[in-house]
């Protein structure tokens, strides 16, 4: 009897310790693609609340870190240091195929994601097919 309660009382601690990000349903590399498959212009503030997640998830790589910053900081496009930093990040071998590719779209964003690229970010996501679209941030007349 004390093993169950013991074991009950452990539960609530493990699933407290859970990064955030996977209480959200993946990896951080699916959570951004699937982010950017909605991307319009700019993150949302709830979407900015994630990036900051996993920048701040210590199980998160350097990878993910420069991912989510650059994607945080986008208006319209990435430039600067981010790009930069995505560059580096898109032609590192030791970054995994995942991060590699994500920064490689970030790096050819617009405004949102192209057709093209939309294929690729629901195959990172793990989205089924014609379920992505533009949805967030739309400005009138934009």
Request: proline content about 4%.
């Amino acid at each position: 009897m004390r093993k169950i309660i013991g074991s009950l009382l452990i539960l609530p601690v493990l699933l407290w310790a859970v990064p955030p990000v996977a209480l959200a349903g993946g990896s951080a590399i699916s959570t951004m693609a699937g982010m950017m498959m909605h991307l319009n212009h700019y993150p949302g503030n709830s979407e900015k609340q994630t990036l900051a997640n996993i920048i701040r998830d210590d199980h998160a790589t350097t990878g993910e870190k420069v991912l989510a910053g650059a994607l945080t900081r986008m208006q319209h496009s990435v430039q600067g240091n981010d790009a930069t930093a995505l560059r580096s990040l898109a032609s590192d071998n030791q970054a995994n195929k995942g991060e590699r590719e994500l920064a490689d779209i970030l790096l050819g964003i617009s405004h949102h994601p192209s057709s093209s690229d939309m294929q690729r970010l629901q195959s990172l996501s793990g989205t089924p097919t014609g379920a992505g679209g533009k949805t967030s941030h739309r400005k009138s007349g934009s």
